[in-house]
């Protein structure tokens, strides 16, 4: 639960990230409201073919008496088009992030930048960075697709189909949802997909608790153009907790060589970083010998003889 939890507190911080920083969250609306315009266009596409790829593909039922034809048939278009939103979500972040690569590669080293004063770069071509972006998305969309045939399949089930299978359909999309938003940072870090995929799978409670919900939302219609940037803002945020950076950071700031600057502070705050405290000589007592000698004890007066003439 606590990895879920940081997951969702990710997505948030890169969201107020971005509010915070509202030129980056003006560019980074560019992008998105292109792929938006792609994606809405073959969505209503597939909506209006989807009885005639449905009647296409099942002919053997064209001879079925009413009403079971109709409703074999509104049941297959139905898992249709949610294959397509199902794909359409998982390849919308893809798409976005290759059309908006040089900005958002920006917006990450930004946060980089404000929190940990250093950002990794691949020191690689533009093009070169567009080629390995594009051929790691093709490899997870392969991936995506065989887990949406899979679950296509188990939709036929009865109740478990119309229950279990979305909500596991959501925690696929938002699993590899999350792949390809930490890959805009990983990919600065030169690591490889089979890698991030290796690390993603370490902490599997944070990565869907940073996709599902970024899914769920991306459902509603202009909503994805506008969490866009800041889940790239977050999910560089949460590259650096699995990658242990934050950590790595205070532990060389506690290591590094005592200055001029450090000796003065620590002189002024005895005893802490595991300094000892300055011995400084106990207070002494006044010495008895200090002062004037006391008076010796007085002799009584000589009498005078009163015989004495």
Known sequence: ????????????????????????????????????????????????????????ATPFADDWSAPWLGLFR????????????????????????????????????????SVGGEAPESGLPLARELWISARDSVKVLVRVLLYGVLLFALGFIPVVGQTV???????VSG???????TAVALQRREVELKERLALLRGRRAMVLGF?????????????????????????????????GEDEERADGDG???????????????????????????APQQPSPYSGPYAAGPRYPAPQQNPYAQ
Do not use: N
Request: hydrophobic share 50%; net charge negative; charged share 15%.
């Open 74 to 113: 509104g049941f297959l278009t139905a898992l249709v088009f949610c294959l397509g939103l199902f794909v359409a979500v998982i390849t919308f972040t893809a798409v976005t992030l290759l059309i908006g690569q040089p900005f958002y590669e920006s917006l990450s080293e930004q946060v980089d930048r």
């Open 165 to 171: 299978i979305p909500a596991i359909g959501f925690c």
């Open 211 to 243: 996709g599902v919900p970024l899914v769920l939302a991306f459902l509603v219609p202009l909503v994805a153009v506008f969490l866009m940037p800041g889940a790239v803002a977050g999910a560089t945020l949460m590259v650096r907790e699995l990658r």
């Open 1 to 56: 639960m606590r990895d879920l939890a940081g997951g969702f507190g990710h997505l948030l911080a890169g969201q107020k990230w971005v509010f915070r920083h509202g030129r980056w969250l003006g560019f980074g609306l560019l992008p998105g409201l292109l792929a938006l315009v792609l994606y809405a266009g073959a969505l209503i596409g597939l909506g209006y073919g989807a009885d005639d790829l449905t009647a296409w």
């Open 255 to 281: 290591d590094r060589a005592e200055g001029p600057a450090d000796a003065a502070a620590r002189q002024e705050r005895p005893g802490e970083h595991g300094h000892p405290a300055p011995q400084h000589p």
């Open 175 to 181: 699993y590899f949802l999350t792949e390809e938003l």
